[in-house]
Nanobody, 121 residues
């Protein structure tokens, strides 16, 4: 059974940084992707960052390019999202997902429970 557990969310002022972690159990990294998605109140869930083919390729939403970095530690079965220069519009629940393709939300088969990120101005 695949389980994804996110941690690292919290409240920060604009310009600050947070690092999210996603510990995966029961999942073997494959040719598919793992990703971070977010959902703000009243908005659809959107892809933020993805890491594919064992970490050889990454992708980002335009809104976070240059500020967020996705990485993975295969030994720890953990995917990270380093978020720098945070903005109030980054406020959302952040979800880890696995076994999908790029930033296409509907293709992911496994999801974590989410972690809240709040950025104040």
């Amino acid at each position: 059974q695949v389980q994804l557990v996110e941690s690292g969310g919290g409240s920060v002022q604009a310009g600050g940084a947070l690092r999210l972690s996603c510990a995966a159990s029961g999942y073997t990294y494959s040719s598919k992707c793992m990703g971070w998605f977010r959902q703000a109140p009243g908005k659809e869930r959107e892809g933020v960052a993805t890491i594919c083919t064992g970490g050889f390729s990454t992708g980002y939403a335009d809104s976070v390019k240059g500020r967020f970095t996705i990485s993975q530690d295969n030994a720890k079965n953990t995917v990270y999202l380093q978020m720098n220069s945070l903005k109030p519009e980054d406020t959302a629940i952040y979800y880890c997902a696995a076994d999908g393709w790029w930033l296409v939300t509907s293709t992911y088969n496994y999801w974590g429970q989410g972690t809240q990120v709040t950025v104040s101005s």
